[in-house]
Every structure is written in C-alpha cells, then in structure tokens.
C-alpha cells in the first residue's frame, strides 16, 4: 500500500497525486523505483513504511495522520506497504518496520526504525525544513 495523506494530495512539484486511503484498501504499488524517486524529489516527504499485520505499524497510524495534519502544506506524508512495495523497500533497504524515512529534495535526511512518538518525528520535520 502506497498512500497519501489528505484528501486533495499533492506531490510538492504540486501535481495532484490520486492514491487510496486507509489500512486494507486497494492500493496503487510502486514497483518502478524511479516513480518513488520522482514522489520524493521535491520538498519534504516523510515516508512511513508498514505493512498491516504489523502491530507498531498499526500503533504508528494515527502518529501519521497527526503529523499530516500538523504539516499540511509544507510536507507530504505517506506510507507504503513493504509487501506490496518490495522492490522498492529492498531498493531503500528497509528491513525492519515501521520504517520512517524522511526525504528533503530526493535525498535521505533522518531514519527511524521502530516505533516513534509524534514528538521526536515533529522535531525532526521542524529541523529538515529550517535547513
């Protein structure tokens, strides 16, 4: 699952970007690296990686959806589901998740492994966009 949060996405080149919402729906898969790589190259994304059997995973949700509501506007914020992203997730060498990665301009800033608490992930966001 690959996913945006908001109801009118935009990649931060400002194109709309259609993806379908919540844990268990249909989703769009991101097999071909460089279509994640054009998602990421412009702005501040931060990248939750997941999948829905995942218990930390499902606890990270609504940390997700917080953090997309607080940085509406000035960072994108997805999730994508390893087992239906894993060329993707084996390209970023994502082995354990939650995975969060977050991403200024295509390139990797900060990554979390585990569980985190919306504080340290706000704290890092606010931190990547005063640089």
Not at 4 to 30: C, L, V
Not at 63 to 83: M, T, Y
Not at 100 to 124: C, P, W, Y
């Amino acid at each position: 699952m690959f996913l945006f949060f908001g109801m009118d996405s935009t990649n931060a080149k400002g194109e709309k970007i259609i993806i379908n919402r919540g844990i268990g729906m249909e989703s769009e898969k991101i097999q071909d690296i460089k279509k994640f790589e054009s998602i990421v190259s412009h702005g501040i994304t931060l990248v939750d990686f997941n999948a829905p059997w995942c218990a930390p995973c499902r606890v990270q949700y609504p940390i997700i959806e917080e953090l997309s509501e607080d940085f509406k506007g000035r960072a994108a914020i997805i999730e994508i589901n390893v087992d239906e992203n894993k060329k993707t997730a084996l390209h970023l060498g994502i082995a354990s998740i939650p995975t969060l990665i977050i991403f200024k301009d295509g390139k990797e800033v900060t990554r979390f492994v585990g569980l985190q608490n919306a504080e340290s992930l706000s704290k890092a966001i606010r931190r990547t966009l005063r640089q």
